[in-house]
């Protein structure tokens, strides 16, 4: 335990020694970001470092560097530089006048190196609000109005301290990618995301006095979802709202999967019902978000839930449509529309657009209605939908759509998480690692 208080004090001040962003949440405990995990060796440039401490005892050792350049590697869980031994570490890396650079990008902060199972992980120890300079530039575009650049902020400052110690198995918070949020370093950062930052430093979004989990999402497509019906568990301020992402490229958008894709995409995921033969029993929302459909193949079936389906199908968002065209000639599309519970069936005059010539009805009262089908197979599936992401809470685009229409970063984050404020993060009781958005 002494170890990670020492940890703790030490790198607090180092970052205070180094404050890159004077904000008003400087005291905010620095966060650690995973660069890299599973590493074989780490060849870092130390020529510019002010110094590298070991940091395994009550007491940081000072390291011996012994070049300008190192190559790190593991061995029996001692970290070793140049192939000499130095310690079990974590070692710290502190940086110079210079950002520290990994595999030729350049960070704020500085670096921790841990063994773990013979191998290293990265890590970039940095203040809160360095790591957000190089998250927004790579979450939206930097031309956008700054009221959605300060949404986006906002947004991403809460949604980092609420997971804190997301990846706490390998000692570091969150990773760089789109797990967690996409982080970039200094190379992204923009100088209108630097402001949209230090504008709104230490701000965060809160529901009752708690920090909200604030997802966010490129574009739903019209309308964003409510939580409890895209991962079945009710949040108060993830609720449906109206839109504003009319002119996200994702607005509409069409995917087409020959069915012997699809067929593999089947066998990968679901094995156990054999050869995919049909889909049927494809129930949407009004609002067009797709619920669940029934795969049935030759050894069984098994009926997927909208997630699950765009998983599978490699879909932009679950607000989609299906059809699927089946041959030979004439083409006949079934085309299941939300809240019917059989498809629509309509003659394509080809296979490729799904071009409607005919509209046909089938005789969904038999016993076995797909039998009027039996001299055509499927040839492939069709999918028209709207939006890009999980659809909830923050809408990327439409924080830009309301950022053009004159809204500001308050109004744009009350919208799309309706009931919560904004306050500053020195008003609310953190409690550590322990991701405690509210619920
Ligand atoms: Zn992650």
Redesign the pocket.
């Known amino acids: 335990m002494g170890k990670f208080v020492n940890l703790f004090v030490v790198l607090t001040v180092i970052i205070i020694m180094y404050p890159a962003t004077p904000a008003r949440a400087a005291d905010f405990r620095p966060i650690k970001i ?1 660069l890299a995990t599973e590493q074989d060796q780490i060849a870092l440039n130390v020529a510019d470092a002010e110094a590298i401490l070991d940091l395994a005892g009550t007491e940081p050792v000072n390291v011996p560097v012994p070049g300008d350049q190192v190559i790190m590697t593991a061995c029996d869980d001692q970290i070793t530089l140049n192939f000499m031994p130095v310690g079990p570490g974590p070692l710290l890396v502190i940086p110079g006048s210079s950002s520290l650079v990994w595999n030729q990008h350049h960070y704020r902060g500085g670096f921790l190196i841990s063994a773990k199972n013979n191998h290293l992980i990265l890590i970039n120890f940095i203040s809160l609000e360095d790591y957000l300079r190089g998250v927004v530039p790579r979450e939206v575009m930097a031309s956008w109005p700054l009221a959605a650049l300060k949404a986006q902020a906002i947004a991403a400052r809460t949604y980092a301290i609420a ?1 804190l110690g ?2 706490g198995s390998d000692n570091f918070d ?4 789109d ?3 996409v982080y970039g370093g200094i190379d992204s950062e923009k100088a209108s995301t630097d402001i949209a930052v230090t504008s709104t430093a230490g701000e965060i979004i809160t529901y009752r006095g708690k920090v909200i989990s604030a997802v966010y999402h490129s574009s739903s497509g019209g309308s964003t979802f409510d939580a409890a019906n895209v991962w079945n568990f009710s949040v108060p301020y993830l609720k449906s709202a109206i839109d504003w992402d009319q002119n996200s490229p994702y607005n509409q958008w069409t995917r087409y999967l020959n069915w012997n894709e699809l067929q593999g995409l089947v066998s990968h995921y679901y094995p156990l019902i054999g050869r995919l033969q049909r889909v049927s029993d494809i129930v949407s929302a009004s609002d067009g978000q797709l619920l669940r459909i029934t795969l049935q193949g030759d050894l069984g079936e098994n009926t997927i839930n909208g997630d699950q389906f765009r998983a599978l199908a490699g879909l932009p968002s679950v607000r989609v449509q299906i059809g699927v065209i089946y041959g030979p000639a004439p083409f006949v599309n079934l085309w299941w529309s939300p809240g019917s519970p059989y498809p629509e069936a309509l003659m394509a005059d080809n296979a490729i657009s799904g071009l409607v010539a005919d509209v046909l009805t089938p005789p969904w009262d038999l016993p076995d209605p797909w039998s009027w089908l039996e001299d055509k197979e499927p040839i492939r599936m069709v999918l028209r939908g709207s939006g890009w992401g999980h659809g909830v809470g923050l809408s990327q685009w439409g924080a830009r759509g309301m950022a053009d229409a004159g809204y500001n970063e308050s109004q744009i984050l009350e919208h799309y998480y309706p009931g919560a404020t904004i306050t500053d993060i020195g008003n609310i009781h953190m409690d550590g690692s322990k991701n405690n958005a509210g619920q």
């Open positions: 995973g997971s997301r990846h969150l990773c760089p990618t797990h967690c949020q």
